[in-house]
């Protein structure tokens, strides 16, 4: 047996890795090319050097990549079943330290909520959508009395509901994007009313003017009622009036195309969910603060039960556009609908149960937690919908 002993530690040529007679070669070197200790595995075990480098073929550095960052192994399809049709299991198995046999949770998390958004992004179509547009409510008015009265009896009514419902968290927010759809609504009304007016002197009349925001009563003015929060620096206010004077600014994009705010919204979906997943574990923590599980258990099954929505809203897509391509009378079409039925009503039926084994109270208890926690998690997840959608719009 020829060796190279330059290239090991004094010593080392005796040391080698036995193979049977008749057995395959192993996929890796006998010794570190680094150390010069001798291997067995793929990885050296005394300086921790993979017997891999980049001096080999591109496809398998691809496969290398693809595998590390998504973990598409044959795991994946061993996971994929668990997780949908086994309300808790998978998190069990990790506590229990079974591991290996599955794709980490926050890989699988990744992967599926990337796909479900990209899925979600290239389905859905906008065009042709009242957007920002007060709902399409000033469509017969055929002059610019009419809809300055339509707006006004709308902005009454928002009013209110405002007074009526001042006490009831999240409802301020929502009604004053209602309000700011109302008025730009009813400007871009009042700009197609009047595009073809001539002026007195037989010019076109006066510049239009795109749709404005609202906070309050007063529409926004970078100079005359600017954002102003008086315990904010200065430079902070300046950057605030130059995001709604942007968000102002693309209103009017959006009504000539309502996909860009899709397009926006579903782009930050993603990282809205990143950040609601640690607060959905703080909020297990809280409801099971005596079971004295540790902040990464909860965080775990978080982890599974946004993944399984997530493959769940990849399901309904896939079986969207399936509907889409048969015909609607025949009874595919009627299969099909009752699956997706189903489906949404195996989705809160699921978080129960993965709640239930979990863990492993009475039904009573987890009843009641499982409502608190769905209602908390609603409004905080309504928030963050919110703050996305304005979010897109400043960002377009």
Known sequence: MSTTPDSRPPGAEDTVTPVAVGTAKP??????????VALHGPHCHDCGQPTKGLVRHFSSIIGDFVDSVFDLDSRLLRTLW??????????????????????????LFVF????AFFLAQISFDWSGAQV????????????????ERLRDEALQGIEQAREANKDVPGVSGGLAGAEAGIRAGATQR?????????????????????????FGKSPWDKESNPIAIGWLPDSTNAFLNDRVERMQQNVGRIQDDPNLLKDGIFGLLPQVLFVMLPLFAVLLKIAYVFKRRLYMEHLIVALHSHAFLALSIILLLL????????????????????TELLLWLW??????????????????????????LGVVYLILL???????????????
């Open 27 to 36: 996929a890796f070197p006998s010794h570190c090319s680094n150390c010069g």
């Open 82 to 107: 668990p997780l949908f049709g086994r309300p808790g299991f998978l998190s069990r198995e990790y506590f229990e330290g079974h591991r290996v046999r599955f794709v980490s949770p926050v890989r």
């Open 112 to 115: 599926l909520i990337i796909l």
């Open 132 to 147: 920002m547009s007060g709902g399409g409510m000033y469509a017969r008015a055929t002059s610019v009395e009419e809809v």
């Open 190 to 214: 009042i700009r197609e009313l009047t595009a073809d007016q001539p002026g007195a002197d037989g010019s076109d009349s006066e510049p239009k003017k795109g749709p404005q925001i609202s």
């Open 319 to 338: 079986l969207s556009w399936l509907r889409a391509r048969i015909d609607p009378d025949g009874f595919p079409d009627s299969m099909l609908g009752w």
């Open 347 to 372: 989705m809160p039926l699921y978080l129960l149960l993965t709640q239930k084994r979990v863990y492993r109270q009475g039904w009573i208890m987890t009843l009641l937690k499982y409502a608190v």
């Open 382 to 396: 309504s928030f963050a919908l919110m703050l996305a959608s304005l979010l897109s719009l400043a960002t377009i």
